[in-house]
């Protein structure tokens, strides 16, 4: 497998030197350059605000602190190394992956990246991942795990044929559950993110019922509610839904967990089964 690092870092040196007016065409341009091809299939706009990245204007010390924090780190070599870790395990284990695949590293805007340990990523699209950071000690931590999660989306979405207006929320909540569980067969539970790792107790208890009784629920826009829960209803200013945040990456985990546990299937072998047949088999919700 190919790997590609985008040189993110030159690329916002460079910017940084140019004028306010010419940086929207430089960023869309040059900075999300390699990512048009996925930006066309999602149609996604291609600018900072929608991926969750620092503003081109008025933010300019935060960029520079930013960028040298990320080269200390030698974040760039880091993710690669991450990448390459990953691509081993699914090919010892015979499951297929992009011949190429193409990374990039953005900085985070603080504000929206508040709830999500400062980073979080793209990887749906097989061949394209982006890693959106606010780097401090915690999110360049996650840095590895977040690499591995959204290179499982690559392998997954590769292997499988999706159609996203058919998908059920069992099928989504094993696409994120299989994603944090492979990152944690690579990195440890201690790696995992806090949209695993705070929801526990009574409010896990509370999403699992609700969730556990919505898995035939079909269709992408409906069975997302169940995977963001308030986070989503929040964004788009609706009525809020009872489901903490992102309660689906939660109890898609520990439902996977109860799957690889009472199969013995690994986690790579799992990556190309179809999602509701891991989530009944994982009894979790019985």
């Given at each position: 497998m190919e790997i590609i690092i985008h040189d993110t870092y030159s690329l916002y040196k460079e910017m940084d030197k140019l004028p306010n007016e010419e940086r929207g065409d430089f960023y869309e341009n040059k900075l999300v350059e390699p990512f048009q091809p996925m930006i066309k299939i999602m149609n996604m706009p291609a600018n900072p605000e929608a991926m969750g990245c620092l503003p081109l204007i008025g933010r300019e010390p935060e960029v520079e602190e930013m960028l040298i924090k990320l080269k200390a780190a030698n974040a760039w070599e880091t993710a690669r190394?991450?990448?390459?870790?990953?691509?081993?395990?699914?090919?010892?284990?015979?499951?297929?992956?992009?011949?190429?695949?193409v990374l990039g590293i953005y900085l985070g805007n603080p504000e929206y990246l508040a709830n999500n340990g400062g980073i979080t990523g793209f990887g749906g699209i097989p061949g394209y991942i982006q890693v959106i950071i606010t780097p401090d000690q915690k999110s360049l931590a996650l840095l590895p795990s977040i690499v591995a999660h959204e290179f499982h989306h690559n392998v997954l979405f590769y292997n499988a044929k999706w159609n996203f207006m058919e998908v059920t929320v069992a099928k989504y909540l094993a696409v994120e559950g299989l994603a944090e569980s492979f990152a944690e067969s690579l990195y440890g539970y201690e790696y995992l993110g806090p949209w695993v790792k705070e929801l526990k107790g009574e409010a896990l208890e509370k999403a699992r019922k609700t969730i556990g009784e919505a898995l035939n629920v079909k269709g992408f826009n409906q069975a997302r509610r169940y995977i963001f829960g308030d986070m989503l209803t929040s964004f788009e200013g609706a009525e809020a839904s009872g489901i903490p945040p992102y309660s689906g990456y939660a109890v898609g985990y520990h439902a996977v967990q109860s799957f690889l546990k009472n199969t013995g299937v690994s986690i790579e072998q799992a990556t190309v089964l179809e999602g509701e047949e891991i989530m009944e088999r994982s009894k979790y919700f019985k």
């Open positions: 190394k991450a990448l390459e870790t990953a691509a081993e395990r699914f090919l010892a284990a015979r499951v297929a992956v992009p011949e190429k695949v």
